[in-house]
């Protein structure tokens, strides 16, 4: 059996695709293959992807008309053959020890995080985010470390085994932004050993016109209320979903606090109806109040959120 399997959604990517294609195939640890999923490209990146593919035979391409990031990573899964699942976005790309400093600490993990660099389109560092390791916990337990940092959603950050994932039936929710959101802390929540790694292994570019940094203010509305759909299908998983006054539960307060957040894209009348949604749904009542900080937090949050929004992290 192969051991890991990169899967590569790719939709028009073209200045960055050989980049992070060439990380991959350029990886010291060799027992992996590539599964490249061509979303429906209208650039040249079909032309990139024929060049590997010819190339090297442990890569593997689905071609598929247009149907999102989430299509193209689901596909992907289904073609995999690895023990391991990494889902690798084509416009970043990853350190050559990447999956050598993987494989040294995976001890059979449900679920695996590393590091994350981010950096602009021109390589310079924005920020180096070096969490706290930890050995390996049960899901509910590592959702108090992780929850504390920004990227706990992002699929990119995290190795999963394969029969783990097919088991569970995960997949990411077509047609919607924030899939990863809708997805991975139910993951985590849910898988009996987790471990984080402090290798910082992944280059996360922060490119212009990318889905998640687009201007466009119609997509950032859809972006919003597309994660509170999300919320809802996530609360669902909840032990504590019915508390009034939840202590213990991370997961909860996590993405009851995403959800919350993301208000702050949002001006005027949306955001007015977005508010109104968040209190119909009782999301702040997910929110963690174990210590006088988050305490604090919440009666902001509830008396001024406006106000919560602009000093929130």
Same mark, same amino acid.
């Given at each position: 059996?192969?051991?890991?399997?990169?899967?590569?959604?790719?939709?028009?990517? =073209?200045?960055?695709?050989?980049?992070?294609?060439?990380?991959?195939? &350029?990886?010291?640890?060799?027992?992996?293959?590539?599964?490249?999923?061509?979303?429906?490209?209208?650039?040249?990146?079909?032309?990139?992807?024929?060049?590997?593919?010819?190339?090297?035979? /442990?890569?593997?391409?689905?071609?598929?008309?247009?149907?999102?990031?989430?299509?193209?990573? &689901?596909?992907?899964?289904?073609?995999?053959?690895?023990?391991?699942?990494?889902?690798?976005?084509?416009?970043?790309?990853?350190?050559?020890?990447?999956?050598?400093?993987?494989?040294?600490?995976?001890? $059979?993990?449900?679920?695996?995080?590393?590091?994350?660099?981010?950096?602009?389109?021109?390589?310079?560092?924005?920020?180096?985010?070096?969490?706290?390791?930890?050995?390996? =916990? /049960?899901?509910?337990?590592?959702?108090?470390?992780?929850?504390?940092? *920004?990227?706990?959603?992002?699929?990119?950050?995290?190795?999963?085994?394969?029969?783990?994932?097919?088991?569970?039936?995960?997949?990411? @929710?077509?047609?919607?932004?924030?899939?990863?959101?809708?997805?991975?802390?139910?993951?985590?929540?849910?898988?009996?050993?987790?471990?984080?790694?402090?290798?910082?292994?992944?280059?996360?570019?922060? *490119?212009?016109?990318?889905?998640? /940094?687009?201007?466009?203010?119609?997509?950032?509305?859809?972006?919003?209320?597309?994660?509170?759909?999300?919320?809802?299908?996530?609360?669902?998983?909840? @032990?504590?979903?019915?508390?009034?006054? &939840?202590?213990? $539960?991370?997961?909860?307060?996590?993405?009851?606090?995403?959800?919350?957040?993301?208000? *702050?894209?949002?001006?005027?009348?949306?955001?007015?109806?977005?508010?109104?949604?968040?209190?119909?749904? /009782?999301?702040?009542?997910?929110?963690?109040?174990?210590? &006088?900080? *988050?305490?604090?937090?919440?009666?902001?949050?509830?008396?001024?959120?406006?106000?919560?929004?602009?000093?929130?992290?």
């Amino acid at each position: 059996m192969i051991k890991y399997s990169f899967i590569v959604p790719v939709y028009n990517t =073209l200045k960055y695709l050989d980049k992070c294609l060439k990380s991959l195939i &350029n990886q010291t640890y060799k027992d992996f293959e590539i599964i490249i999923a061509n979303d429906g490209s209208t650039d040249d990146s079909k032309s990139i992807i024929s060049s590997y593919e010819k190339k090297y035979n /442990n890569i593997k391409v689905i071609n598929q008309k247009n149907e999102g990031l989430s299509s193209a990573r &689901n596909n992907g899964v289904k073609k995999a053959r690895g023990k391991y699942l990494l889902f690798i976005d084509s416009d970043d790309y990853v350190e050559k020890d990447l999956l050598k400093q993987i494989d040294e600490k995976i001890d $059979d993990c449900d679920v695996l995080r590393y590091q994350a660099v981010t950096e602009d389109e021109d390589g310079n560092n924005i920020k180096v985010f070096n969490e706290k390791a930890f050995d390996t =916990l /049960n899901g509910f337990d590592a959702f108090k470390e992780l929850s504390n940092y *920004r990227f706990v959603e992002l699929a990119c950050l995290y190795v999963y085994k394969k029969d783990y994932y097919l088991n569970n039936n995960f997949e990411f @929710k077509k047609g919607v932004y924030h899939e990863d959101y809708g997805l991975i802390p139910y993951v985590i929540y849910k898988a009996k050993k987790v471990k984080s790694i402090s290798y910082a292994g992944y280059h996360y570019v922060q *490119r212009c016109g990318s889905i998640m /940094n687009s201007k466009d203010y119609k997509k950032t509305v859809k972006k919003a209320f597309d994660m509170l759909e999300q919320y809802k299908s996530l609360r669902l998983f909840s @032990k504590n979903a019915s508390k009034k006054n &939840n202590l213990d $539960d991370y997961y909860l307060s996590y993405i009851s606090n995403c959800a919350i957040v993301k208000a *702050r894209e949002l001006k005027g009348k949306e955001r007015k109806k977005y508010v109104s949604e968040l209190k119909k749904l /009782n999301v702040f009542d997910g929110v963690l109040v174990n210590t &006088n900080i *988050r305490k604090l937090k919440k009666k902001l949050m509830k008396l001024n959120l406006n106000l919560y929004l602009k000093v929130a992290r």
